[in-house]
């Protein structure tokens, strides 16, 4: 069983950037498609982006596209999200996923991920 934990949320003006980082525990994470969902206040949790475990597939919500970027190092364990030009509709928590595939494909879907870490807050002030 893999442990997720995110970290670099916090409060930023709107077109400022921020970088959060998943960490797991496993011993490798080279079987894991990961991703990134987000839930805001009163809404529910949405897809953010999502990286197939060799890296080679992306995948990316209309709402963040060129604004998002999301990356892996497998080598330490780690998922990135860049975010730039942030927004104040991007405040939320953000939740980092994983999910044991022999698939080399993203995974967008809620219902696909097994693992969840406990969310960092971002908050985007106008």
């Known amino acids: 069983q893999v442990q997720l934990v995110e970290s670099g949320g916090g409060l930023v003006q709107a077109g400022g950037s921020l970088r959060l980082s998943c960490e797991a525990s496993?011993?490798?994470?080279?079987?894991?498609?990961m991703g990134w969902f987000r839930q805001a206040p009163g809404k529910e949790r949405e897809f953010v982006a999502a990286?197939?475990?060799?890296?080679?597939?992306?995948g990316y919500a209309d709402s963040v596209k060129g604004r998002f970027t999301i990356a892996r190092n497998n080598a330490k364990n780690t998922v990135y999200l860049q975010m730039n030009s942030l927004k104040p509709e991007d405040t939320a928590v953000y939740y980092c996923?994983?999910?044991?595939?022999?698939?080399?494909?993203?995974?967008?879907?809620?219902?696909?991920?097994?693992?969840w870490g406990q969310g960092t807050q971002v908050t985007v002030s106008s």
């Open positions: 996923s994983g999910q044991p595939t022999p698939r080399l494909a993203h995974l967008t879907l809620q219902d696909e991920y097994d693992y």
């Open positions: 496993a011993r490798t994470i080279t079987t894991y498609a």
């Open positions: 990286i197939s475990r060799n890296g080679f597939s992306t």
